[in-house]
């Protein structure tokens, strides 16, 4: 099993920037894919970033261009840069990470961006 712990979520003013940080622990060297997603009350979790083992990246729409998800292999740590924040993009953000056998998710940060 993979473990994983955000950091780095918070207040923000609109067009601000935050960086987020999750760190993998455990069966690391299983993992193909890991990514970033968002849940607001009422709502599906969604999608904002992934990257995979080879380090093809892809975002949501809503975030492109502002958004960036990199990882540091050496320090088994995947980021999230947040840009240009607008209030929409309040939300509790979740750290994924999958292998051929497991789905694993971190316990979620906040992030808000006040008007």
């Known amino acids: 099993q993979v473990q994983l712990v955000e950091s780095g979520g918070g207040l923000v003013q609109a067009g601000g920037s935050l960086r987020l940080s999750c760190a993998a622990s455990g069966s690391i060297l299983s993992i193909n894919f890991m990514g970033w997603f968002r849940q607001t009350p009422g709502k599906q979790r969604e999608l904002v970033a992934g990257i995979t083992s080879d380090g093809s990246t892809n975002y949501a729409l809503f975030v492109k261009g502002r958004f960036t998800i990199s990882r540091d292999i050496a320090k088994n740590l995947v980021y999230l840069q947040m840009n240009s924040l607008k209030p929409e993009d309040t939300a509790v953000y979740y750290c994924?990470?999958?292998?051929?056998?497991?789905?694993?998710w971190g316990q979620g940060t906040q992030v808000t961006v006040s008007s």
């Open positions: 994924n990470a999958r292998t051929a056998t497991y789905n694993s």
